[in-house]
């Protein structure tokens, strides 16, 4: 089973790594395309996976190797703060099947309830990514609508499901 820990600024190489396997490997699952993250100056990385009142962003590891990550983040608007965005879930391929995604998200579930006081998660999934609709369900979040082409890789479109899981 692989160790699951927040990511801090020194691990920016190797977020951006595993990100660039997520647009290669999921190209209708990841909103930018290669190009766009590799772009990204890793300043950029660091901030985005830098620990925050309103962002957390979890990576399992294997040893040293960063097999999966996950991001949560929330808006500081009071009337909103009670429920946070679950977002960027990528375990690389050669190691799914082992519980690494239910582990990633149960510590980003488990850090927003805690450290946050969030009662309710939301996150959108490909509508043709069975795989990844039926881990969340399997986590209890449940479809509440559906945004039809919400993106478009070429030339085809994809509709997105909106899902939330109530915490309490």
């Known amino acids: 089973?692989?160790?699951?820990?927040?990511?801090?600024p020194d691990d920016a190489e190797r977020f951006k790594t595993i990100r660039l396997l997520a647009v290669d490997t999921?190209?209708?699952?990841?909103?930018?395309?290669?190009?766009e993250e590799m772009a990204r100056p890793i300043e950029q990385v660091r901030e985005r996976i830098e620990t925050t009142p309103t962002q957390?962003?979890?990576?399992?590891?294997?040893?040293?190797?960063?097999?999966g990550i996950t991001g949560v983040r929330r808006e500081p608007l009071l009337?909103?703060?009670?429920?946070?965005?679950?977002w960027g879930v990528f375990v690389d391929p050669s190691y799914r099947g082992r519980g690494i995604a239910q582990a990633l998200l149960s510590a980003a579930s488990t850090h927003a309830a805690e450290m946050w006081n969030v009662v309710q998660l939301m996150l959108c999934v490909n509508a043709e990514n069975i795989a990844a609709k039926n881990l969340y369900l399997s986590q209890g979040f449940r479809t509440f609508g559906?945004?039809?082409?919400?993106?478009?890789?070429?030339?085809?479109?994809?509709?997105?499901?909106?899902?939330?899981?109530?915490?309490r």
């Open 1 to 8: 089973m692989a160790t699951v820990r927040l990511l801090g």
């Open 26 to 35: 999921s190209r209708t699952s990841i909103w930018p395309t290669r190009d």
């Open 56 to 67: 957390a962003v979890f990576g399992a590891f294997d040893g040293e190797a960063l097999v």
């Open 79 to 86: 009337q909103v703060t009670h429920k946070a965005t679950i």
């Open 146 to 167: 559906v945004e039809p082409r919400a993106m478009r890789v070429g030339e085809r479109f994809y509709d997105e499901e909106h899902m939330c899981k109530r915490l």
